[in-house]
């Protein structure tokens, strides 16, 4: 496997990789176990600015002029290499972030996928020829040519830091771009290993560039930074809006937290929608920011669904990570877990009701079903990432579009509905979606 100086990590700058001097040093730890797994050395202002010069350098001289298929052979080639390596990336992935093992090789292979989508994709950036009959004399031809746009700064989310990183990195490389890019502590390591693997794949140097060290102050650094063409970032749905207006006409994709409600209606398929509820609202922990985090039962089979769903939730195991057998592992931090301990607090002191789990030990947070929660209750503890799962009832379909139609923000919903002869009641997902006046069905704003 690609191998790097003890898990010691500091910023990779035109290829090169900055030693310690007098820059912070923070130690990496285990969440489940809290041993410590290696230290990273932070970014100064100065290396940030150097990161940034070295990607505009770099994207003048080289990538800008890079054929497409060097570019394709790249992506193919740093997937052939992850996949040769991937119970090892398996394997750092689930000791940085908590993550259990069967969900980081799938996360690993899917990362394979996306670079090989992108190597693809580069076959689609081409010269088009279009017809300007309609505005200039006949027989004359326009060309519409895609071109890169230039420095790209990424500042990774800590829910699937992994794959995320390849969603932004990927395209931008087909397309041409260079790249500026803050990973998140908890899995700094995995980040400049893949790094790695793009050097040995044959990425010139300075194509990619990783700054390390906290997040809000290098993203607010990268924000107004001229030479940067396009600034990727996950903020939340407030924070969105205010930001446009600081950053001017530079291009932003902003990713945002959000709260993604579910419907379960009685003529539903209980045990399907149970197995879906428990796989999206528990399974990924504190790494999906769309997750089944409030569900709506239609009150014809709440108690039911109740039923049904303790059982199942009751037959997860929590513990190692490492342990192939094991469907929960901790939460990615400690500050992590004790705010989805304060947000269950918060519920039982508005009379709600814990079900199944509800405690926490250190970094383990017991998957958690709460009911009785009223819709206002939920006005202001939003708990975007973490194993929890809060059930409300509801009559009629009007009282449930009304409730979600209040929330802040919601990225997308899930409805389950089915009649006798189990086909969709499509007019009913409709009426739901269409009075959910919050309703985002894409995760991300383009600015």
Known sequence: MSKMKNYHFGSIIDGKELEKGDRPEVEIRNPYNAEVIGKVFYTTPQDAENAIT?????????????????????????ADLLELEKEQFAHLLTIESG?????????????????RFASQATKSIYEEPVS???????????????????????SLPVNYPFTLLLYKVAPAIAAGNTIVLNPTATTVYSTGLLYRLFEKAGMPKGVINIITGPQQSLVDNLMNHPKVKRLICTKSSAAVWKEKDNIGKKKVLLDFKT??????FDKADLD??????VTAGLLHTDRSIMSAQHVYVQK?????????????VQTLKLGDPLDDTVDIGPMATLIAAEKAETWIRNMIEKRATVLVGGSRHNTMMEPTIISDVAADKTSGHTISL???????????KLEVTSYMSEEESVLHAGVYTRNSKGTTRKEEVNLAIDQMTAVKLISSIHL
């Open 54 to 78: 070295s990607a505009h350098r770099v994207y003048a001289k080289t990538m800008k002029k890079m054929p497409t298929h060097r570019r394709a052979e790249i992506l193919r080639k740093t």
């Open 99 to 115: 993550k259990p093992i069967k969900a980081s090789r799938l996360d690993v292979a899917h990362a394979a996928q996306v670079l």
């Open 132 to 154: 300007l009959n309609q505005v200039a004399k006949e027989g004359q031809l326009g060309i519409v040519k895609r071109v890169s746009l230039g420095v790209i700064a990424i």
């Open 259 to 264: 709260k993604n409600p579910t419907i379960v």
């Open 272 to 277: 399907f929608a149970i197995t879906t509820i």
């Open 300 to 312: 014809g089979v709440y108690e039911k669904f109740l039923e049904t769903l303790m059982k199942k």
């Open 386 to 396: 973490a194993p929890i799962i809060s059930i409300m009832p509801f009559q009629k």
